[in-house]
């Protein structure tokens, strides 16, 4: 078995995965100000746990128990089970305002409302963060807002798998094995980045009052296979 935990903090001013699949806020929002783009990184994972088990069952052949027994050998012997776990926080993304920049191309980031949690108090994938964290800057203006202020939500992965070997009879150099995998065997899901566009605000200087829904899931629902290997 090994399991590791890694607390980490990735700030740049720009970043990306690669043009063709690129990631978070790619733009500078003041071009002639690079620095004004500084904050956390689009891979920026606070909290990270990984780990993973693989157990041979002592029962069968050359085992600690029933090894003498072939029909027990046959039904319990020469099983492994095994599994990995992923547990980490999520990454950080941008929200976008709506105020008219007239020259500037892209999105705009909102002001900052002081004393107001961009968390709303039962923040849920029905409204992942509070609107009202943030008010509408004025006309030909940008927001004080960082890039990936705030954070989405994280990771929980659990997979597990069962294998048996097999030995053929009389063809010691033949082994057969037979295995179960299951991805994401709680089918416990794993949501997206929610919407990142603000509206419903009055005008310059007032909140926002849109809801922040997630409608995607970063891993899939559980799923299973079954194999069956021959090794000569």
Do not use: C
């Amino acid at each position: 078995m090994s399991f590791n935990y890694v607390w980490s903090h990735f700030l740049d001013d720009l970043d990306s995965s690669g043009w063709g699949s690129r990631a978070g806020e790619q733009p500078f929002q003041l071009a002639n100000n690079p620095a004004a783009n500084y904050s956390n990184s689009n891979f920026d994972v606070r909290h990270a746990f990984k780990g993973y088990v693989v157990y041979q069952l002592p029962f069968g052949r050359g085992k600690q128990f029933l090894s003498s027994n072939q029909l027990l050998d046959a039904a319990v012997g020469g099983w492994q089970v095994s599994g990995t776990v992923v547990l980490q926080t999520g990454n950080p993304f941008t929200v976008y305002s709506n105020q008219a920049n007239y020259t500037q191309a892209g999105s705009t980031f909102p002001n900052r409302n002081p004393g107001v949690s961009w968390k709303p108090a039962n923040q849920s994938i029905q409204n992942w963060y509070n609107a009202s964290a943030f008010l509408q800057p004025a006309d030909g203006t940008f927001g004080n807002v960082r890039r990936n202020s705030l954070v989405g939500p994280g990771l929980n992965v659990f997979n597990m798998s069962a294998a048996k070997s097999f030995t053929v009879p009389y063809r010691e150099g033949i082994k057969v094995e037979f295995r179960a995998d299951a991805q994401n065997v709680f089918n416990h899901p794993s949501f997206a980045d929610p919407s990142t566009g603000l509206g419903g605000s009055a005008g310059p200087g007032t909140p926002y009052t849109s809801t922040s829904p997630i409608s995607s899931v970063t891993v899939g629902g559980r799923n299973l296979q079954l194999g069956l290997r021959v090794s000569f």
